[in-house]
């Protein structure tokens, strides 16, 4: 009888502590790093691979600034909150950068998790237009 009462509190405290834990909405900081570059978008100039990926953080609502070469600084801003990463890329491979973030309970490697799903949906877009890019060569006059 107590070894049941015993299991009965373990389980108890086991499925409290589990409950819990779904949910906390911080989560580690979510980086991509050295992605490689899809082989459909290796030959691209230096210029069609800036374009593609700005225009890829601009369709999922980012704002995007180009930096340096091979470097871009994206920001996602909406009601209180603000998202920031710097995007560096080369015809090998890109990575995107935590900067900073404003009111998503950035604590030390943690964040909301709302972060994380914004670079995720940044990186699945980057993804998907480098993939289908294709050089453009300016018409002849």
């Known amino acids: 009888m107590i070894l049941q009462t015993g299991?009965?509190?373990l389980f108890l405290i086991l499925a409290t502590v589990a409950v819990?834990?779904?949910?906390?909405?911080?989560?580690?900081?979510?980086r991509v790093t050295d992605q490689p570059m899809p082989a459909a978008s290796r030959n691209l100039s230096a210029a069609v691979l800036q374009r593609t990926i700005m225009e890829a953080?601009?369709?999922?609502?980012?704002?995007a600034e180009w930096k340096a070469p091979g470097e871009i600084l994206a920001t996602k801003a909406w009601k209180d909150h603000e998202a920031v990463v710097e995007i560096r890329y080369s015809h090998e491979s890109y990575t995107?950068?935590?900067?900073?973030?404003?009111?998503?309970?950035?604590?030390?490697?943690?964040v909301h998790q709302a972060y994380?799903?914004?670079v995720c949906a940044l990186q699945d877009e980057?993804?998907?237009?480098?993939?289908?890019?294709?050089?453009?060569?300016?018409?002849a006059p």
């Open 7 to 9: 299991i009965r509190a």
């Open 20 to 30: 819990l834990g779904g949910c906390s909405r911080r989560q580690p900081i979510y």
């Open 57 to 63: 953080a601009i369709e999922r609502g980012w704002s």
């Open 96 to 110: 995107i950068d935590h900067v900073s973030t404003t009111n998503l309970r950035e604590r030390g490697e943690t």
């Open 116 to 118: 994380n799903k914004l």
């Open 126 to 139: 980057i993804e998907r237009r480098l993939r289908q890019a294709e050089p453009r060569v300016p018409s």
